[in-house]
């Protein structure tokens, strides 16, 4: 007699499957139970980092497992660059060559613990890119153009010849916004926007002489100084006019004569390659804008507060951590050194420009040719831990 049979309907894949199977099912499978399994199973011994013999197990091997060797050195880890071994809360271990240092030893400083996998000066790989006048001009967006625009010096002749008509007014003479000047050789000119170029690829960062506004951070709309809580000044429309005309220079290729070193001591820094006068625009503090909240716990050190708003959850600051210029490499004095606050040749300012937030770097004196460029880290919030600066 032929035993009899049924279908099953079956969905696989998306599709409707009929699966014919015999009435008579085998018997089920027997499987061991866990006590079964556990009872022929081999024990494999693990070795235990905590042991103080390294060895995990008996020991009998003599073999130590190199867990408890990692923790013995690590115990006993002191800094490079002072030999001590009190602090450990502020020492970094180097991820390449297990080296440590103090975050306040090193040169530059570390201020805050970095995220992730943190290398020590003599660890990193810095390598000497060198560019060509086309991947400058690729790098830096430049425009070509075959004039010079030197609309902004122009300008101001145009005002000294300026007369007003009518009776004389006198007002109290007010110091207006220079200009800078670019140098005027053009090799020197690639020399010193490779040096910013090289610098800013180093530390795996775009260029960019604007703020910059992405969806998920702060939008524009987001930058008003009516949110302001302090006074903030205002530039007028002549400095205004200056700081365009500087910046179409900028986009023309025409930058001001600075050039940017790496010092084993004080890392990145800038240095002026000509003579700049007493009130120049140096540069505008360009990044991402972005919460101040959202950047509480970023081990960014190069930070810009850009609004101090009423309200703490609309204050803004700029991030030059991806995208920024030559003002991410211009270096803070030590607030608690008299030597250190002599050599302060810029100032930190925040204008109200067209109703929106801008942080604008002028010189505060006439800088000499080979002089480094230097600001006050703690114009407004006092904050900033300078006292290891050099």
């Not at 140098?183 to 690829?201: G, N, V």
């Not at 190069?302 to 920024?324: F, Q």
Request: proline share 5%.
């Amino acid at each position: 007699m032929v035993p009899s049979s049924s279908s099953l309907a079956m969905v696989v894949g998306g599709r409707v499957v009929k699966k014919r199977f015999r009435s008579e099912s085998p018997p089920p499978r027997r499987f061991k139970s866990m006590v079964e399994i556990m009872k022929v199973a081999k024990f494999v011994e693990v070795q235990n980092d905590d042991d103080d013999d390294g060895g995990g197990g008996n020991g009998d091997d003599g073999d130590d497992g190199g867990g408890g060797e990692e923790e013995w050195c690590y115990g006993k880890m002191v800094c490079e660059e002072c030999g001590s071994g009190e602090r450990e809360d502020e020492t970094l271990i180097c991820d390449k060559c297990d080296k440590g240092f103090h975050m306040l030893c090193l040169r530059p400083i570390v201020v805050r613990v970095p995220n992730g996998i943190w290398l020590c000066p003599s660890c990193v790989n810095r390598p000497i890119k060198c560019f060509t006048q086309k991947k400058i001009f690729e790098f830096f967006r430049i425009q070509k153009s075959n004039e010079v625009n030197w609309k902004c010096e122009a300008s101001q002749d145009i005002k000294k010849r300026r007369r007003r008509s009518g009776p004389p007014v006198f007002h109290k003479k007010r110091r207006r916004l220079l200009s800078f000047l670019p140098t005027e050789d053009p090799a020197r000119r690639i020399f010193q926007l490779e040096s910013l170029a090289s610098a800013l690829t180093a530390l795996k960062m775009d260029y960019t002489d604007r703020l910059t506004y992405l969806p998920y951070m702060a939008t524009k709309s987001a930058n008003q100084t009516i949110f302001e809580n302090k006074a903030m000044q205002i530039l007028c429309k002549e400095d205004t006019e200056t700081l365009e005309q500087c910046l179409l220079m900028l986009k023309n290729g025409l930058f001001p004569p600075l050039v940017v070193v790496f010092d084993p001591r004080e890392g990145y820094t800038v240095e002026a390659d000509e003579p700049i006068k007493d009130l120049t625009f140096i540069a505008e503090y360009t990044g991402d804008v972005d919460f101040l909240k959202n950047r509480e716990h970023d081990d960014c050190d190069s930070m810009m507060t850009l609004l101090l708003a009423t309200d703490p959850a609309k204050s803004l600051v700029v991030c030059p951590d991806k995208r920024g210029n030559i003002a991410r490499f211009i270096n803070g004095i030590n607030n608690h050194s008299m030597e250190s606050r002599k050599k302060q040749n810029l100032r930190c300012v925040r204008f109200n420009i067209n109703g929106q937030c801008r942080v604008l770097l002028i010189a505060n004196r006439d800088i000499a040719k080979g002089e480094r460029l230097y600001y006050d880290y703690n114009g407004y919030e006092h904050e900033y831990p300078t006292h290891n600066f050099l």
